[in-house]
């Protein structure tokens, strides 16, 4: 495999032929292009600091200078070696190829010197790929696509109030080892609550885990669709939609109970958003939200990058959150409660790694939402990564 | 790759067109459906436990319930997890997803219960496939294959005496990195013995392993073909059909020799039956008899599952050779001797790992009797395993 | 995967399809046919020691008999098996296979004898493949290709001088991750010294590396294509054709220097021969010359076998030298210099490994000589291995 190919490759047209509903979001086995992704927290790239990551298949060098974060292709265009095999920065503007000394500016792309080779004709004449780059809410936000002008506004690709004056936002990532889709539908998928029953969070925190939720009917979810507004779908939690399972039978003999009298309630709603990221209000506290996104690293591999958000009324509010979040979120949420679907994913990402798991799927009433946001994806999603992209 | 799937898959047509002897043998890359094949020992699986396993590229999940013991995929219908990825039995009967709590009874497959889901319209209406299993000598076999009405019998997928009264049986089992083929013709091929002349059970047990044995003609093998019955090729290893080598010569220089005189006798003969599976008699004593099984578990690898038979006259009878068998012929024979086997099939895997070495092969006049076995394999074998069979 | 496939395999013919410049030796992923490569060292095989290859992805025994270096095909006729996987020689002039005792004659491949089948008819009438052997200057050179006769000369395949009387040569060899052609390309490229400008060898040797070198046109390097002599390409370095670069600046701001006053200057020549084999002149001192070779292991691997030359006159001054080549020359340039290349090699594989590389790369004008040698080498090699060379 070269450098930014890995086993798995793209759907087979076959394979895509067969599938009736959502073709757009089975062909996206990259991802969706076009969109904003966060790569990293604000906190994990310095300045002057050179951090290699990868997206949708692409490898993508990014510096801070000044402040600003820039994004350019980690692939010299002379011999097409990885920058990031070993950082050359000479001066604050440019990164230079290890190799030959191709020097490139991160602020455009441009083939500005060559060490060696200083009256080289293509000095000045040629770009590297450059990413666009946007950082909000301490996270480091990457345009992955084509030279759109003007660029889609962050604000169409994060849940509708994650850009909110005064929401504060912390959390962690992790490299899971499945497609990011089957990241999506974990997250958004309300009946696999039942790995979760055991967990430490719902004892500690007494939550109402019910070991299912069964949907009242067609209108427990509902999709947002206006334009110019981000786009996803909602599962409502509410009595009125949904009712809680808290018993567990099989051929009429109890198995497992939950706990319905327990202090803190179920979220109210689950939604999820183009191009792949999750909100759960609240959770799992009542003041708090969880907004996590599931950004493709390749066809096999995503990012599994989870914040919470709390509305604070200044900096000490603020500072009060970050320490509750690191002595009591962290550990017990995100990376206690998660720990369960992250291992769920990379069991499930088996059946689809072939991409045969689309045709042979049994879904089941229960899944209604994820065949609606499988829907909605594929209406309004702005491109899909194909294998040229690649090259 | 996919749960089910491995590297080499199946055989490619361009090749199979080419082969002129024992095509559908060729074809067979993972195994003869329709078929029992012993997957494991029967106290390898006690009273409600639960054992997965891997047969002709299918996932199983075998579990005891009152005694008997039952087979069902190892693959949710829902979302096609292995249910074995973290085992979930509420009731004595059942197996339940870990992820949504799909239940399955073991009887019969059927989606029983969903934990979270009590009223899912789809309980009681799917089934998960099942796999007849059945429990002979100690061993668990498994019937491979379609819902065939009524099924063949075990007695047709063992050497002819296996099931005798009377013949006590003690065994061991690996996995072995080489296809089921390789498998069955090391076992069978009578000019490999060349590999065990420096083993430690030829010089303790006094036995006179040739160098090689030479063929007396055609007469040498014959095949068994009556209809209800076994099927099987024996190879003949009396003085009447095989001339033994015990001089081994280069240049007319005499390089090894073998032990004529030794006190205890090579086998009669040597047979190989559907679906995979070999007899030497006498072996490794004069009581003894050596039944070995080259089970499938993929296109790459087999079940070695070797096994001792001995005919007694009671309990007592059969407590002794269990003694026997744990401190002498487990570790001389089916441990010590065998290794070379092992080694010898996964070093010989490597030639027919891409299909090509079926073409490339130049077998010699002693190979008759694998050339008769791929005919007779060919003939007789209840359907060919093919990649619409484990989807 | 066979014993004698790799993943990669070989090159599509619609990217061939493609190539404009050198189709050939694009095509030749895993080498030129029908030349001598070095496969190691006199001294690693000594009287009656068998070693095991890999040259052009064809598997290959070395066996030393009375002095005289043979080399045979590693595969059994028989069952297709590696002899290597466990060598049996009974006899000086054979080597025994240790399956079925098939027997083979290192001088001509003939299969003299089977131990244990002693009248076969095949005994005599078969024969495995060999391959012609040779050796100088301290290496065993094979040749690899068809049985053609006469052979072309080994004089032919080494740099003009390599075999001159009074040459004594001493080196090292390592298997290198990355095609022969990124060996060779690397190696050839005068742009590539920007990766050593920190080497010990510089410093310790004060030598004068430049961090380019700007060729002062087309003039810089030429073809050697006389009819019975070595093919092959100089790159000129003497100041009548390249400018050397000792200030390297970045926006016109001195980012890097070179020490253009060290006491030993640089090479006056590099040269690359057919079938790819380096001559650096003089390096890394006054008084020696490198010679390199890239020898295809298979389509992502060679061996890096490279050496010091250095004219003697007599067995005194030729232990002078050796005592220098393993006390300072090993140590500072075979192994420290060269240690980079390797690296660099390694990290440029990625880009080319699926073949696209050659269609997306950019070369400048600096990599003139690189393309001569391209076209030279699709011009003059003997012929291009391809899979049909190793069933």
Redesign the interface.
């Known amino acids: ?3 930014e ?1 890995i ?1 798995g490759g793209f759907v087979d047209a076959a394979i895509l032929e067969r599938v009736r509903i959502g073709r757009e979001y089975v062909a996206a086995k990259y991802g969706f292009r076009n969109h904003w992704y966060p790569a990293l927290f604000s906190a994990e790239i310095a300045e002057e600091q050179v951090v290699p990551v990868q997206l949708l298949g692409e490898r993508i060098l990014l510096k801070r200078v000044d402040g600003q974060v820039y994004g350019i292709r980690d ?1 010299c ?6 920058l990031s ?2 950082i050359e920065c ?2 604050k ?2 990164i ?1 190829c ?4 191709f ?1 490139y500016r991160v602020q455009d792309g441009m083939l ?11 000095i000045g004449k ?1 770009r590297i790929r450059t990413y666009p780059v946007q950082e909000a809410k301490g996270l480091v936000f990457v345009f992955v696509g084509d030279d759109l002008n003007p660029l889609p506004p962050l604000a169409e690709d994060v849940p509708p109030d994650f850009l909110a004056p005064g929401l504060a936002v912390r959390g962690v990532r992790s490299d899971v080892n499945a497609n990011w889709r089957v990241g999506c539908e974990n997250g958004f ?1 309300s ?5 979760h029953r055991d967990a430490e969070l719902i004892r500690n925190n007494d939550l109402a885990l ?5 949907p009242k009917g067609r209108s427990s979810f509902q999709s947002v669709e206006e334009p110019g507004a981000p786009k996803g779908v909602f599962d409502l939690f509410d009595p009125d939609h949904v009712t809680p ?1 808290f018993e ?4 009429q ?1 109890t ?2 109970t939950g706990n319905p009298e327990a202090a803190n309630k179920l979220p109210h709603h689950i939604s999820i958003w183009l191009p792949g990221v999750l909100r759960v209000h609240p959770w799992p506290d009542p003041t708090l939200t969880q907004y996590e996104w599931y950004v493709p690293i390749d066809g096999e591999r995503h990012i599994y990058l989870r914040t919470l958000g709390k509305l604070v009324a200044g900096a000490e509010e603020e500072q009060q959150f970050e320490r509750e979040f690191e002595a009591r979120w962290r550990p017990l949420a995100l990376e206690g409660f998660n720990l369960d679907d992250i291992w ?1 994913r990379e ?2 990402e ?5 991409d ?2 689309w045709l ?7 899944d209604g939402n994820i065949i609606e946001w499988r829907r909605l994806a594929s209406r309004h999603n702005r491109g899909i990564q194909l294998p040229e992209h690649l ?1």
Chains 1, 2, 3 share one sequence.
């Open positions: 495999v070269s450098a190919r086993p692939r265009l002379h011999r097409g070696v990885q095999r070993k000479f001066t503007n440019t230079t290890w190799y030959h000394g020097t500005c010197n060559i060490v060696g080779a200083p009256q080289s004709a293509v040629k998928d009946t696999h609550i039942f790995i019910p070991l299912g939720l069964v399972v567990g039978a099989i051929d003999q198995v497992l769920a069991a499930t088996d059946f689809y790694r072939d045969t798991g042979r799927e049994q879904l089941f009433e229960a090259r």
